[in-house]
């Protein structure tokens, strides 16, 4: 799908506020408040939008640990791949799972209460997880950037 420049102010706005009104968003795009609602109704059909989410404060909840993770697996085929990946989205502390290139496997963002629970996480259940060969961890000290809204041409 091609995006003119009303679809990405459209999409501009929207992350910076995902409650922003039909009418105030139309006007802040030069449009009136039905088209511009097509439009934002597309955007949802054709898959650009995927959703919408609220951002919440990980220390108010009490999750106050934040952990990056490698992972390398023993095989790396298909099958063991999927298995990896299909566990890991069952995970609720998983928060991020993604293969990558190089020396490791997969890289995991991770969210838990405590180190105690980090601990509990790593042994009763990553490293029961078949197939996974090492474990690399940093701790995250202090979140110097973490981008919500994309950049839009």
């Known amino acids: ?11 501009r706005h929207l992350q910076e506020n995902a409650r922003i009104t039909n ?5 802040k795009v030069g ?20 959703g ?24 790396e085929d298909d099958t063991s791949l999927r298995a990896f990946e299909q566990k890991m989205k069952e995970e609720p502390a998983v928060m991020q799972c993604v293969l990558v290139t190089g020396k490791f496997d997969y890289f995991l963002c991770v969210v838990v209460p405590t180190l ?26 202090r979140e110097v950037s973490n981008k919500k809204v994309l950049p839009m041409t």
């Open 1 to 11: 799908m091609k995006l003119d420049q009303i679809d990405r102010k459209i999409l």
């Open 31 to 50: 449009l009136s408040p039905t088209p511009c609602l097509r439009r934002l109704r597309r955007l949802e059909a054709d898959g650009v939008i995927k």
């Open 23 to 27: 009418a105030d968003l139309a006007e």
């Open 116 to 141: 105690t629970s980090y601990e509990s996480f790593l042994s009763e259940t990553l490293l029961k997880v078949a197939n996974v060969a090492t474990v690399e961890s940093s701790f995250i000290l």
């Open 52 to 75: 919408y989410r609220t951002e919440i404060n990980k220390e108010a909840i009490g999750i106050s640990v934040t952990v990056l993770l490698y992972v390398k697996l023993e095989k």
